[in-house]
């Protein structure tokens, strides 16, 4: 059974979704004309002319250490730092413990656990259709709404950014990318090559868009997720050239730095400063356009740092639901509005960002799909508010849970610590507190037990194609399966391809679901050696308990000889796979009914001993 069915267009041109997971489908219609009315547009009054811009800079594996203003003695991070001191500091902010819950609590204001999240890739990075983004309530606001970078809340439409409220994307929609010098990447669903390093080919797109706003004189919202200090730990020279013999300071706790890798530290020291850099740029391009006071700025991380190193002596980086890997930066200017070295010490979190930008931009969020988790917070960083009340702040990543209070940090494990006094985790207090423990834990449950929406384990998931509204189907290799012999060149399957494709009795196959059919053009990006021109590849769609289509084949007439790309840049050995200069060739135009089916690659006939190498498919709508 299908962990989601994707969305087919009724008569009355909603896009009405249909669950076929069997704890989702009893509630289903109890929600159906919740989600009808989220879907329209909220109506707004005000004038948007005298609404703000929003930018909300989005850093992936970036922790609260790695900034110079937090204690951090390897970097210098002066515009980040300036960023704070000039606006709004929430000292006590939580995200998620992984990269794709963190997005999209960020993005509906709710906690990922209700919304089907389980994973970081192949689908399980997926919320669900009901849900309400950031991007949505803002243009129904009229605002012109943008996101550049790494999306990583699913691809296909209608899972893609530019269906989820975003008139502009650019970047991609993977957990991680395996080059980042001019790589290929997408622009609303077409596959284009980038222009140099990527995080700052990232921030030029937001400032053309900026640029572009500035000049049509319409508010905007721009969602910039930067893909570093992610890795591959890739690093342009002249980033890389202050940092590549530099001593490295450890953290204070002696675990942290009992585990670093201070080559991986020094890569990512770079790649903060270099973040630093375009924050800097972006700001300075807010002041040369006069709308610096009508501009909110927000920066904030995905998670803990991605490795062992210093973090102002918390327990834990990436995947851990301690402190540290938990505990993000998060900054907020608004020059007239927010006062300079405003401190807030308030938990708070990625859930109540939607909120509080609303309530600065004076929009209403409209009808959801369910309960607003996140909570506003815009009354104390203008200052009308000087305290929140009392509140707690769950976190979960597979069998890790913790909550959070304004004092303590609970485990599922029992074990409470007092954060206010022992930041780092270490002094287990449950048996000092044993009445806080026990609340704790009874909260924790019940949260547990209220937002669990019944996935486990890695369910069936299918891959919806060929979306009415919407031009372009990526299909990379990352939602793909194969057969035999055929290997993925990483473990990590987000930026994978595969190889080794030498017996024609092994196949590539995609569980899609046209959601609308018709004619497609086909091209697949390959690379291969000389010795395998003269291969023939074939595509065909197999329903579900139906009769296969006729397929479509191509002869590999051009070989595509790349080796592994920009390797010289990796200042720290990476554990994803590498990319290649992958070349589009046409397979020819598929016919495809709508339904579900498997979408399969197949090779009559093979050519050579090396075989075809496949990175992904692109379907476009011939109509």
């Known amino acids: 059974m299908k962990t989601i069915k994707t969305i087919h267009p009724d008569d009355s041109g909603f896009n009405m979704i249909q669950f076929q997971h069997p704890i989702r489908a009893l509630a289903f ?72 819950p963190t997005r999209a609590e960020f993005l509906t204001g709710r906690y990922h656990t209700r919304m089907g999240v389980y994973s970081t890739s192949q689908g399980g990075e997926r919320f669900d259709l009901t849900e309400r983004t950031i991007g949505d309530v803002f243009s129904a606001a009229n605002y012109a709404t943008a996101a550049f970078g790494k999306w990583h809340s699913g691809m296909q439409p209608p899972f893609h950014p530019n269906a989820r409220g975003f008139d502009e994307f650019y970047g991609y929609c993977s957990g991680h990318w395996g080059n980042y010098f001019s790589p290929i990447l997408e622009r609303n669903g077409a596959i284009v090559r980038g222009n140099g390093f990527l995080t700052n080919d990232l921030t030029d797109q937001a400032i053309d868009f ?49 585990r670093e890798n201070q080559q991986h530290t020094r890569a990512a020291m770079a790649l903060c400063e270099n973040i630093d850099d375009n924050v800097g740029r972006l700001v300075q391009t807010l002041d040369t356009l006069e709308i610096a006071e009508d501009t909110i700025v927000v920066f904030f991380c995905d998670n803990g740092p991605n490795g062992h190193r210093f973090n102002a002596g918390m327990r834990g980086v990436k995947g851990w639901v301690h402190e540290g890997g938990l505990r993000s930066p998060c900054f907020i200017r608004w020059p007239g509005k927010i006062a300079p070295g405003t401190q807030i010490e308030s938990i708070a979190g990625a859930i109540d960002l939607l909120p509080t930008l609303t309530r600065l931009a004076g929009i209403e969020i409209g009808p959801t799909a369910g309960p607003i988790d996140g909570v506003s917070f815009a009354g104390l960083v203008l200052g009308e508010q000087t305290d929140a009340p009392e509140r707690l702040i769950f976190s979960s990543w597979r069998n890790k849970k913790s909550v959070r209070s304004s004092r303590f940090r609970y485990h599922l494990d029992g074990s409470l610590y007092d954060v206010v006094n022992d930041r780092g985790e270490q002094t287990n207090v449950a048996k000092v507190h044993p009445t806080v423990a026990h609340e704790m834990k009874s909260r924790l449950k019940k949260w547990m037990a209220e937002t669990d929406d019944g996935t486990t384990g890695k369910p069936e998931v299918s891959f919806p194609v060929g979306h009415p509204e919407f031009a372009f189907t990526q299909l990379p290799i990352r939602d793909a399966t194969s057969t035999g012999k055929i290997r993925r060149s ?116 093979i050519q050579g001993d090396s075989g075809v190498e496949v990175r992904v498919l692109l379907l476009t709508r011939s109509e």
């Open 29 to 100: 219609a109890t929600v159906a004309v919740l989600v009808a009315q989220a879907l329209i547009p909220t109506q707004v009054n005000a004038d948007s002319g005298d609404r703000p811009n929003i930018i909300v800079i989005l850093t992936d594996d970036q922790g609260w250490g790695d900034l110079s203003l937090h204690g951090n003695p390897n970097l210098q991070t002066p515009n980040l730092d300036s960023l704070a001191r000039a606006g709004a500091r929430m000292e006590n902010f939580y995200v998620c413990a992984v990269c794709s």
């Open 210 to 258: 900026i640029q572009q706003q500035r000049e049509q004189e319409k508010p905007f919202l721009v969602y910039l997720p930067l893909n570093t200090p992610h890795s591959p730990m890739q690093v342009p020279e002249e980033d890389w050239q202050p940092f590549e013999n530099k001593t490295i300071v450890s953290d204070p706790v002696p675990e942290n730095a009992k």
């Open 490 to 605: 990483s473990r990590h399957p987000n930026s994978s391809f595969f190889f080794d494709w030498t017996n024609i009795e092994d196949v590539i196959e995609w569980d899609v679901d046209v959601l609308a059919g018709g004619e497609f053009d086909v091209q697949m990006w390959y690379a291969c050696e000389a010795s395998t021109v003269g291969t023939q590849l074939a595509l065909q769609f197999v329903p579900d308990g139906g009769d296969p289509t006729a397929p479509i084949s191509q002869t590999v007439n051009i070989a595509n000889e790349s080796g592994f790309v920009a390797t010289e840049f990796d200042r720290s050995p990476r554990t994803e796979g590498f990319e290649k200069e992958w070349k589009p060739m046409s397979l020819g135009r598929l016919t495809l009914p709508t339904g579900e089916g498997v979408l399969r690659l197949s090779a009559p006939e």
